[in-house]
């Protein structure tokens, strides 16, 4: 069970360029995450989806776009890349628990550490 | 807003000590509480969920405790080994929400 798979693993672009994050996961996981986590920073929500075709916007969504086109993908894309997007970027998914949807632990990728020059 | 605050961001303990690891949040309206822990360059991993109702939850030598009027939850590691050596974070999920919001971590070494 691969559970949450996340690639690249290590990524540099230059100002302005653009990539996407790839991110599936086989859990058939509903809700699915993107965060970024910045050095002895706690993890910020950057997307999150809770099913395919359903996205919503967390707290640091400028700058980036994400699809759900399906339950087990959830790409995070970067249009024009800025030295404040370098960070290493995490993707997380849970299975809500039927009338527990809260309660259930978060699943992570091991992370794609990106740096913008 | 809710905030998430955890000290000392860092710790060094002996082997065989107990580690004693704090969490406060601002906002006591949560739907629950996890502890996390991440070794270096890799993902974090769930280790204990309390819920709203619950005091506390034990797995092995972890057991946390949660105080949602005072606002904070403290995970205790039980005869700590270097193998506990991770960050440990801790996150809250607002009520009737299901976004986490993360503290900043306690990074912890157990000398051998």
């Known amino acids: 069970n691969a559970g949450v798979t996340q690639t690249p693993k290590f990524r540099i672009l230059k100002i302005g360029q653009s990539m996407t994050l790839q991110c599936t996961q086989d859990m058939n996981h509903n809700y699915m995450y993107w965060y970024r986590q910045d050095p002895g920073m706690g993890l910020k929500l950057i997307y999150y989806s809770v099913g395919a075709g359903i996205t919503d916007k967390g707290e640091v969504p400028n700058g980036y776009n994400v699809s759900r086109s399906t339950t087990e993908d959830f790409p995070l894309r970067l249009e024009l890349a800025a030295p404040s997007q370098t960070s290493v970027y995490f993707c997380?998914?849970?299975?809500?628990?039927?009338?527990?949807?809260?309660?259930?632990?978060?699943?992570f990728g091991n992370g794609t550490r990106l740096t913008v020059t | 807003k809710q905030e998430v605050t955890q000290i000392p961001a860092a710790l060094s303990v002996p082997e065989g000590e107990n580690l004693v690891l704090n969490c406060s949040f601002t906002?006591?309206?949560?739907?629950?509480l996890q502890w996390f822990r991440q070794d270096p360059g890799k993902g974090l991993t769930s280790l204990l969920l309390?819920?709203?109702?619950?005091r506390e939850q034990t797995s092995g030598r972890l057991n946390a405790s949660l105080d949602k009027s005072s606002g904070r939850s403290t995970l205790y590691i039980a005869a700590s080994q270097p193998g506990d050596s991770a960050t440990y974070l801790c996150?809250?999920?607002?009520?009737?929400?299901?976004?986490?919001?993360f503290g900043g971590g306690t990074r912890v070494l157990v000398k051998p």
């Open positions: 309390i819920q709203s109702s619950q």
């Open positions: 906002d006591s309206a949560i739907y629950n």
């Open positions: 996150a809250v999920t607002k009520a009737a929400g299901n976004k986490l919001t």
């Open positions: 997380a998914s849970r299975s809500p628990t039927a009338g527990l949807a809260d309660n259930s632990p978060l699943h």
